[in-house]
C-alpha cells in the first residue's frame, strides 16, 4: 500500500520562529494538500496545489504560510512566523487523477507552538 | 461559509448492531460527499463516498444522500469493537482534486462488546 509520508512527527518550537513540515506525496499523485486539526476540533482545508501552483487556498492560508515543490517527491508547509495558535496537527495528503476518490492522508505531524 | 455539522456524541451501539451516523451541510451546491474514520491521534482514513442521491453500500458500509435535506449518513452493519472511533463527514464543491474539503467536527462511536 503506497503512503504519504510525513517528517518530523512531532515539531516543538518557539513563538516567532519559523518551521518548515515536509513531506513526501505518493509518487504518482497529481493534487497535493494540507489540512490541520487544532486539538478537539475539526480538520481544516488549508491549500491545495496541482502543477507546481496552489490550486485553492482557504482563509486559515494567509502571508504567514506558504508552499513549495522543491523536487519531484517533497512538498513542504513553512510558516514563517509562528504563533501559539499554531499548534496543531498537519496533515499532508495527496490524490491522482481520481481526486478526492482515492485522497491519501501522511501520519502528521504535531507541531506545538511555545 | 460552509458548514457541516454532525453530532459529536458519543453514540454507543452494541456489537451486531447498526450504527447510524448522520450530517447535515450548508452548502446547497456541494456536489460531492465523503465519510472518514480517524482513530485518536491518526489520520482521517476515507470509508466511502457518494455523489448522487440514493444509497451507496460496500461491504458493512451504507452511505444515504438527499439533497433536497442536505443530508448524508452512514450506516455500519454488524458493527465491531473495531469500528469504534471518531467518523468525519466531509463535502466537497466538486470531487475533482483541486478544491478543498470542508469537515464536520465528527461523532465519536463506540462499539460496546
Known amino acids: 500500500e503506497p503512503e504519504v509520508t510525513q517528517t518530523p512527527s512531532h515539531q516543538v518550537t518557539q513563538m516567532g520562529q519559523e518551521v518548515i513540515l515536509r513531506c513526501v506525496p505518493i509518487?504518482?499523485?497529481?493534487?497535493f494538500y494540507w489540512y490541520r486539526q487544532i486539538l478537539g476540533q475539526k480538520v481544516e482545508f488549508l491549500v491545495s496545489f496541482y502543477n507546481n501552483e496552489i490550486s485553492e487556498k482557504s482563509e486559515i492560508f494567509d502571508d504567514q504560510f506558504s508552499v513549495e515543490r522543491p523536487d519531484g517527491s517533497n512538498f513542504t508547509l513553512k510558516i514563517r512566523s509562528t504563533k501559539l495558535e499554531d499548534s496543531a496537527m498537519y496533515f499532508c495528503?495527496?490524490?491522482?487523477?481520481?481526486?478526492?476518490?482515492?485522497?491519501?492522508f501522511g501520519s502528521g505531524t504535531q507541531l506545538s507552538v511555545l | 461559509q460552509k458548514e457541516v455539522e454532525q453530532n459529536s456524541g458519543p453514540l454507543s451501539v452494541p456489537e451486531g448492531a447498526i450504527a447510524s451516523l448522520n450530517c447535515t451541510y450548508s452548502d446547497r451546491g456541494s456536489q460531492s460527499f465523503f465519510w472518514y474514520r480517524q482513530y485518536s491521534g491518526k489520520s482521517p482514513e476515507l470509508i466511502m463516498f457518494i455523489y448522487s442521491n440514493g444509497d451507496k453500500e460496500d461491504g458493512r458500509f451504507t452511505a444515504q444522500l438527499n439533497k433536497a435535506s442536505q443530508y448524508v449518513s452512514l450506516l455500519i452493519r454488524d458493527s465491531q469493537p473495531s469500528d469504534s472511533a471518531t467518523y468525519l463527514c466531509a463535502v466537497n464543491d466538486s470531487g475533482g482534486g483541486a478544491d478543498g474539503l470542508t469537515f464536520g467536527k465528527g461523532t465519536h462511536l463506540i462499539i460496546q462488546p
Open positions: 509518487s504518482n499523485h497529481l493534487y
Open positions: 495528503a495527496s490524490s491522482g487523477l481520481l481526486g478526492y476518490e482515492k485522497l491519501f
